[in-house]
């Protein structure tokens, strides 16, 4: 098999997808009672796991990975928190959100760096939480590569595969537990790097 940087050459890849990739999963989040849902709820952020890859290369030259607390509805955390196995020893380690996007600011550059998701819903609650804390939110949409769908599409699929099922079928290590930040965007990770050694490449 190629080399990633070797498939890069083969397929003689424009400038424009030599973007370097900053992949990112978010735990966050839901209430799934069916009272007491505090009124303008909203999903917020309370993990973070990325890790940046070369585009060159496809070396991880980056990464991040920190628990964050949950500013709005602290209280209504604790279902979310127990289903991601987060502790209360965890979140108090936890960082802003400000401090966050501090962190993602030094990783991911608008323009020159694809927001690498597995599904849309990522994106979807870093624009609303932004939104809420009344802050730019520093992501591009035109940056995004949601690579579920690119999956999809590449299988000829009509309905998305999951992240566990995807690593699965191209024999992904799939270490660490599911449903924590960082593992989840390794994970992606490697399915990125699996696509593109395969031949894939985004087309925006």
């Not at 309370?46 to 585009?55: D, M, N, P, S, W």
């Not at 949409?141 to 009509?158: I, P, Q, T, V």
Request: net charge negative; proline share 3%; with cysteine.
């Amino acid at each position: 098999m190629k080399s990633f940087h070797e498939a890069i050459c083969a397929e003689g890849m424009s400038k424009n997808t030599n973007k370097d990739y900053f992949v990112i999963d978010f735990e966050f989040t839901q209430y799934t009672k069916r009272v007491g849902r505090p009124r303008g709820f909203f999903s917020e952020i309370i993990e973070i796991g990325a890790l940046k890859i070369c585009g060159e290369t496809g070396e991880i030259i980056g990464k991040i990975e920190n628990f964050v607390k949950p500013h709005f509805y602290p209280k209504q955390a604790k279902e979310s928190m127990e289903f991601c196995s987060i502790t209360d020893a965890d979140m108090k380690k936890a960082i802003d959100f400000d401090a966050m996007l501090e962190k993602i600011n030094l990783m991911y550059v608008p323009g020159n760096t694809y927001f690498v998701t597995w599904g849309n819903d990522d994106f979807k609650v870093i624009e609303n939480n932004c939104n809420r804390h009344q802050v730019d939110n520093p992501i591009l949409r035109e940056d995004c590569l949601d690579l579920a769908a690119a999956y999809k599409h590449k299988k000829g699929d009509s309905q998305t595969t999951s992240l566990r099922n995807a690593t699965e079928e191209l024999c992904i290590n799939a270490e660490g537990h599911w449903h924590a930040a960082y593992a989840d965007a390794y994970k992606t990770g490697m399915l990125l790097l699996k696509l593109l050694e395969d031949g894939w490449k985004p087309t925006g």
